[in-house]
């Protein structure tokens, strides 16, 4: 037994005053004559042994009646020994979008905000935080509101990072008792390969279960373009084997357009594929309806005007094998010597390609970095005869690089970065029995540059990133039949595309993006993005011919953008949710050691508030206290 007030007891010793007063008491006796007093002896004995014990059951019962009313006014009780620490709680709720999983006709993430309302105490002050947002020291009545019109999200905290955000948010003191509760369903996306329990944290697991672990997705689309014929538009989705026939509609902003059926194969894949208009701008929308999910049921896409991208070679050969590759569907391609070329033309385009120079002109490499500075690609194809000293003073502005020594072995190429930007996206699988290019001769280099392409013995074949790319042989036909290899028409393409970085049919949300629209800005304009009434200003970096937009953040919200300078609408850009959340796969929190659960978010509460339960005494001892009041005045009139 425990005391809130525990100096009261100090009032005991008093006590002590009673028992004295009746050890001492004095009684002084007048003596009276009387004429025969043998038959009053036996009389007033009885009487001195009735009252003495009278006096000691008083004593006694007042005695107990003082004790009982100072331990009740010293408040006795009972409880744990955590009960008595100092209380902090932090809160975790998963608002990620598998959270819109139903359950009894509600989200996992309403019903889990109702029972939060419900049985936190509306006074206590704890800490709560989502994927994406804190709230610090409030009470329930501060953040219900907030917490009813929380919104999804497509981020996903893992155990670890929960775990690392929840200690920022406990005090530093270490005599408190700390409760982390992660309110979740506990996709297999939440564990943590390494994740070990806080042990000076009290960790509660809440897993939540939703009726079915059912759902279909609209992964993604692929879009094959045929200039002279319907374009095709193949769109890709998940769901369970036994889905059925799923309806599927494809709008141009609100006009539907085309309508169709997926059915779904064994593995729960299935592919829909929708024929349109080539060489027209949409802004596409694909919509399913099922009862899992609702945030994927929904695809956004656009086909803009394509830009074409400008792309001057110089030549001191024939270049014509570029002329075959820059189609004029996709480039606007031109081609100087040396000689004939105009400097100024340089500022308009996208690519420069020094294609077999014998020496680049000092006045050539100035405008060529201006060039590259302001946004432009260059891309050098070697002349085996080639002045190295001009080539390795321009060349050593980037990435430190240089031709060394001539080496006349005969080599093939046989490594292909399949990871480097150029080629991430041309290969559906790393090949290994590919048909391989030779060259004759080739230059040993230096460089920080990462490799793209690389020959027999590590040598590079093709180096560069980030619109410098360069090859360390001479492409002409006597030299190599790099020309005539598959391999050469995705490397230039791409090395080309990257010049004028156009938007891709769709992007997504949370992952790096970058777009060039090609525009020339005045010193104070600025382009922005808009949907509805949501509207932001993207990262922005300007150049002579384009901007470049970076997205990163931003935007936070799907669907179709439009990119507009001042008034002016230049194009639209497309952005999706990513998909990580559409598996319904949960992990099995049994199998971490060391973790409370508990099946709802009432049992939980009732547990904490056994746990921090106290039991008082004191209104006992104020009952015996008047108890004993009672056998007092028995005593007094019963006891002679």
């Not at 406990?170 to 994740?195: M, P, W």
């Not at 769901?239 to 779904?264: C, M, R, V, W």
């Not at 100087?336 to 340089?346: E, G, H, I, N, R």
Request: with cysteine.
């Amino acid at each position: 037994m425990q005391f809130k007030h525990p100096e009261i007891l100090w009032a005991l010793a008093l006590l002590i005053i009673p028992i004295l007063i009746h050890l001492f008491q004095l009684r002084r006796f007048k003596k009276t004559p009387f004429t025969n007093v043998a038959m009053l002896q036996k009389v007033i004995a009885e009487s001195r042994k009735s009252n003495t014990l009278k006096k000691w059951l008083l004593l006694l019962t007042r005695l107990a009646l003082l004790a009982c009313i100072i331990v009740a006014f010293a408040q006795p009780f009972s409880a744990s020994t955590t009960a008595l620490q100092e209380k902090e709680t932090v809160v975790y709720l998963d608002d990620s979008f598998s959270m819109q999983a139903k359950s009894n006709g509600l989200s996992l993430l309403e019903k889990s905000t109702q029972e939060l309302i419900k049985n936190i105490d509306p006074e206590s002050v704890f800490s709560l935080f989502t994927n994406e947002k804190t709230f610090l020291n409030v009470t329930i009545k501060d953040i219900q509101n907030d917490l009813l019109s929380l919104p999804y999200s497509h981020k996903q905290l893992n155990l670890d990072e929960i775990q690392l955000k929840a200690a920022s948010l406990f005090s530093r003191t270490g005599n408190s008792n700390k409760n982390l509760i992660l309110v979740s369903d506990f996709q297999e996306r939440i564990a943590s390969s390494n994740y070990e329990r806080d042990s000076i944290v009290n960790t509660y697991f809440v897993p939540l279960h939703p009726k079915t672990a059912e759902n279909v997705s609209i992964d993604s689309v692929s879009l094959q373009v045929n200039p002279t014929e319907q374009s095709k538009l193949s769109v890709f989705l998940s769901g369970e084997a036994n889905a059925g026939n799923l309806p599927i509609s494809l709008y141009n902003d609100e006009t539907l357009i085309a309508k169709s059926s997926a059915s779904f194969k064994v593995s729960g894949s299935s592919e829909v594929v929708f024929s349109v208009p080539s060489n027209q701008e949409i802004n596409g929308r694909l919509h399913i309806v099922d009862n899992g999910l609702a945030y994927d049921n929904q695809f956004f896409f656009n086909i803009n005007k394509k830009e074409k991208i400008k792309v001057l070679a110089v030549s001191d050969s024939n270049g014509d094998y570029l002329k075959r590759l820059f189609t004029p569907d996709e480039f606007i391609f031109n081609s100087y010597t040396p000689s004939q070329l105009d400097y100024s033309a340089l500022d308009k385009q996208n690519v420069v390609i020094l294609n077999n120079l014998k020496s680049i002109p000092n006045s050539l490499q100035k405008v060529l970095r201006t060039f590259k500075q302001n946004g432009g690609t260059v891309i050098i194809v070697p002349s085996m005869e080639s002045d190295l000293v001009s080539y390795n003073q321009f060349l050593s502005g980037f990435f430190a690089s240089g031709y060394l020594e001539k080496s006349s072995v005969s080599k093939k190429v046989t490594s292909i970065a399949f990871q480097h930007p150029i080629y991430s996206n041309v290969f559906e699988k790393e090949v290994s029995n590919f048909q391989y290019p030779t060259v004759n001769e080739y230059f040993k280099i230096r460089s920080r540059a990462p490799i793209l392409l690389s020959l027999d013995g590590n040598d590079p074949f093709l180096c560069g990133i980030d619109g410098f790319y360069f090859f360390t042989t001479s492409l002409e036909t006597e030299n190599s039949n790099f020309k005539n290899s598959p391999l050469i028409v995705p490397t230039f393409y791409n090395m080309a595309a990257f010049g004028l970085k156009a938007s891709d049919a769709y992007h997504i949300l949370g992952k790096p993006t970058t777009v060039d629209i090609p525009i020339t800005l005045g010193n104070n304009a600025i382009l922005n993005l808009s949907k509805e009434e949501y509207e932001f200003i993207p990262l922005q970096q300007n150049f002579p011919n384009k901007v470049r937009l970076t997205f990163d953040e931003n935007p936070t919200m799907d669907g179709i953008y439009g990119i507009n300078n001042g008034d002016e609408r230049l194009g639209n850009i497309s952005f999706n949710f990513p998909r990580d959340e559409s598996k319904l796969s949960y992990m099995d929190i049994e199998n971490i050691p060391n973790v409370n659960s508990q099946d709802t978010i009432a049992l939980l509460f009732e547990h904490l508030e056994e746990e921090r339960s106290i039991t008082a005494y004191w209104k006992w001892f104020v009952i015996l206290a008047l108890f004993l009041i009672l056998v007092e005045v028995i005593i007094q009139k019963f006891v002679t």
